[in-house]
């Protein structure tokens, strides 16, 4: 809260400025002092804007500052282009391989079927026995997994083994690449590929129903999470809240598994993480309902919300609702389902999308996600970190903004105050370490 505190400051004294000048006391001849006054408080309100740095944190900034002033003189420059074209430009920057290595904190606004690189997916995943495919009028693919022949879908193809079709064809590195493209969003020409936000949507949902498939296969899911995890940590990112739909999983002999089943997976993956990884915080789930819902569904997922709460205080950090939110249905249509844990007097905390981008524009703490990186084509967090500090920075944004950042994500993370002081302790060794290392 120091933070808001010191934000308010800020603007309060902003406030008191313009307001002398208006009672006059400028007096009508331009006061070279009031004006670098305001310039400071403007800069000073910026995220990063009061962060005091050390010396040689002011030596990585101002090298972070030639090496962007660079990127920004090159005649192409990515955040100004589309992210697909972007992409193999930000992998050979040098600003955003720093970012890289710069311990980012949290990845707080990840959901579930994205987590991991789509490569991973149809290169592992796909490869494993009993997959079979089928084809939709709507040219995507389905999965399942299953030791028999599963029943067809409709509007679906005929199913047919993986392995088979495989066999038959002659390139299958073309079969993987048309796979890959059916599980992102990912195209050469995104203009003229997606002309709408109808379209686009469309598109959206439809790899997310392809990869549902492959996902929600029992060992497939534990084994997504915990490369998802992987994926994270080797970008540098020490903890997740990940959005979940925790839907129902299932076996190669048809057999399914409830939402526990799935939340106490992502609970036991984590802790196997960790174990693995001292320096990894671990993850927590806000369990997401699609805002499709009508109330009385509504209602009975947030009791049960509730109850997968208490069963699973540890893991479950809150309710969310996903979906497109122009289109769909607004947060007061949900309203009595909304209200039920107050009214029952039971704590459920909420994680909408509700407002965000009107809280950048008010000088709200922020923190930077990924929110949907396989769909992309991306992986991790370092992507988001490039558009934000170049893109939306500009030459303004430096490495307090970066730090504040950083810190920001576990600041305003779902752990008790015990863990974020653990995590911050955790955090701050590791940016002396890459301070240390990454300044000249
Ligand atoms: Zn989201």
């Known amino acids: 809260m120091a933070l808001l505190s010191s934000l308010h400051g800020s603007q309060v004294t902003l406030l008191s400025v313009l307001l002398l000048c208006w009672a006059g006391v400028c007096g009508g001849i331009p006061d070279p002092r009031q004006r670098e006054l305001l310039i400071q408080q403007e800069a000073s309100r910026q995220t990063g804007g009061t962060v005091v740095l050390t010396e040689a944190e002011r030596r990585l900034s101002a090298q972070l500052h030639k090496l962007k ?58 490869y494993r026995p009993h997959c079979y495919i089928c084809f939709t009028a709507s040219q995507s693919v389905r999965f399942r997994f299953s030791a028999k022949q599963p029943h067809p879908l409709p509007q679906c193809s005929a199913w047919v083994l993986l392995e088979t079709l495989r066999g038959k ?44 498939g492959l996902v929600t296969h029992a060992p497939v899911f534990k084994d997504y999470f915990y490369e998802g995890l992987q994926q994270f940590y080797m970008d540098n990112v020490m903890y997740l809240e990940l959005r979940a739909l925790l839907p129902m999983t299932y076996e190669l002999d048809e057999s399914r598994h409830d939402r526990a089943w799935s939340l106490k997976a992502y609970q036991d993956v984590a802790r196997q993480f960790v174990t693995e990884h001292p320096d990894f915080l671990g993850a927590r789930v806000i369990f997401t309902a699609h805002r499709g819902l009508n109330l009385t569904e509504a209602k009975a997922i947030v009791e049960e919300a509730m109850q997968l709460q208490k069963r699973f205080p540890e893991v479950m950090a809150g309710f969310h609702l996903v979906g497109r939110e122009d289109g769909g249905r607004p947060l007061w249509y949900f309203r009595e389902a909304l209200s039920l844990p107050a009214e029952l007097g039971v704590t459920l905390p909420y994680f909408f999308h509700a407002g965000e981008t009107a809280l950048m524009s008010e000088g709200h703490p922020m923190v930077v996600s990924s929110d949907d990186p396989a769909t992309f084509g991306a992986t991790g967090l370092s992507y ?30 779902s752990l008790s105050p015990e863990l974020k002081d653990k995590a911050l302790a955790l955090w701050q060794r590791k940016w002396d370490k890459f301070i240390s290392e990454n300044s000249q």
Do not use: C
């Open 69 to 126: 002033q660079r990127e920004m003189e090159e005649p192409q420059f990515p955040p100004a282009i589309h992210f697909f074209k972007a992409l193999p430009l930000i992998q050979r920057s040098p600003v955003f391989r720093l970012l890289q290595k710069m311990p980012k904190g949290a990845a707080l606004h990840i959901h579930d079927f994205a987590v991991v690189g789509v490569e991973w997916l149809v290169k592992n995943v796909t």
């Open 169 to 212: 064809v002659d390139n299958t590195t073309d079969l993987d690449n048309s796979l890959m493209q059916n599980l992102t969003l990912f195209t050469d020409d995104p203009v003229n590929a997606y002309p709408s936000q109808d379209i686009v949507w469309r598109r959206f949902e439809e790899t997310f129903m392809a990869a549902l």
């Open 384 to 413: 988001d970190f490039y558009e934000a500090f170049v893109g939306l920075g500009g030459m303004n944004a430096h490495l307090g903004t970066l730090k504040e950042l950083a810190i920001n994500s576990i600041r305003y993370s």
